[in-house]
């Protein structure tokens, strides 16, 4: 099968070292699909919001004479931004599309909707993402749950570990911001005493007025002496500083990202999550962690406190983390999961009639 993969980054999605190059998540599924098929991937990079009027047009243009000397058999973009330049020239040469929605995503906006109501298939990380697309008009017979992935390969449970002190060592990757739980976790902190808390902003960045405002956060908490901000960790650097924890946290108020949860799953270690967004669809409770309601901070004391205090909880939920990554969350299993919905929609184009 000849994929072809439109990639975009805007200021807003996040701009990859370079035009020629896609985000890990992308380069991770393109990676899986290249095993069984011809894979073309179109990365863009383009410029400031208010310029996409403009530039997307351009880049339809473009994939329309790539694609009539170089017919792929379907088309699979990443993002909806992706989705407007790689659907309008899809369109005009009669090829499937497929669209792909981030797991960072919550209901979707209008303009994402639209953009989904117009493909053949849509591919979302979790039940949460199918409901909310369910509720803005998309038809739920074109949705199609694929999880996240991670790199198995690369964050293993044996390798390098950060330096780390005595005391009990908590890591938590993410946002800093509103919604990201971190004010959960400095709250849930003073609960557990003589616990150190890492808190790292995972292959993203903080700007210094983050960082500045959660030092706030933490001076008010009165935990200042136990916390330490590393802000961005590169994807060299994530193996070694999760292999450094007892505990994984990521609670987020609002649905995020699942990477983290994955990456310390990956890494054997045991998570706390909250249960929003796609995060319940990857930790087990009470098999590869332990899931609490987001904005409970004491709830989330507890459950540190009380796995803390039986070490053989949290080396068996390292254990059945790391088996179901290898399961279901590699990118081996994702691009094999991704690869019948293709097939499945080709099979489904070729008893059609030509639409």
């Known amino acids: 099968m000849r994929i072809a993969v439109v990639s975009i980054s805007t200021p807003s999605i996040g701009t990859p070292t370079g035009a020629d190059r896609v985000p890990a ?40 004479r790539t694609w009539r000397a170089e017919r792929p058999d379907v088309v699979h973009a990443q993002a909806s931004v992706a989705g407007l330049a790689a659907g309008a020239a ?8 497929v669209l792909s929605l981030p797991d960072v ?38 949705i199609r749950v694929v999880p996240p992935g991670v790199d198995a390969d690369a964050l293993t449970p044996e390798g390098a570990v950060l330096d780390r002190g005595v005391d009990p060592r908590l890591v938590a990757v993410g946002g800093i911001g509103p919604g990201s739980g971190i004010e959960d ?31 706030r956060r933490v001076d008010a908490a009165g935990v200042a002496d136990r916390v330490r901000l590393v802000g961005g960790v590169g994807s060299g650097d994530a193996g070694p500083l999760l292999r450094s924890a007892d505990l994984v946290v990521h609670v987020p108020r609002e649905p995020a990202a699942g990477l ?17 967004g796609v995060l319940p669809d990857l930790v087990v409770d009470q098999v590869t962690g332990v899931l609490v309601a987001p904005g409970r ?8 406190a009380r796995l803390l205090a039986q070490p053989s909880m949290p080396v068996a939920f390292g254990i059945a983390g790391r088996d179901r990554v290898l399961a279901r969350f590699s990118w081996e299993r994702i691009g094999a999961t991704v690869s019948d919905v293709l097939h499945e929609l080709l099979s489904e184009r070729r008893g059609a009639p030509t639409r």
């Open 260 to 276: 983290p949860v994955l990456s310390a799953m990956a890494c054997g270690r045991p998570v706390i999550a909250s249960t929003v």
């Open 297 to 304: 901070p004491g709830e989330l004391g507890r459950a540190v």
């Open 185 to 215: 976790v400095l709250s849930a902190l003073r609960l557990v005493p003589a616990v150190q808390l890492v808190v790292a902003a995972g292959t993203g960045t903080w700007t210094a007025a983050d960082a500045r405002r959660c030092r």
């Open 105 to 142: 995503h919550g209901d979707p906006g209008a303009a994402t909707a639209a953009v989904a109501r117009r493909a053949d298939r849509v591919l979302v990380a979790s039940a949460h993402q199918a409901r909310g697309l369910v509720r803005a008009g998309v038809p739920r017979a074109i």
């Open 90 to 97: 899809a369109r005009e040469l009669d090829l499937p599309l």
């Open 25 to 64: 998540h992308v380069d991770g599924l393109v990676t899986a699909l290249t095993a069984g098929h011809d894979v073309v991937v179109h990365p863009a990079a383009l410029g400031e919001e208010g310029a996409l009027a403009d530039e997307l047009p351009r880049l339809a243009d473009a994939l329309v």
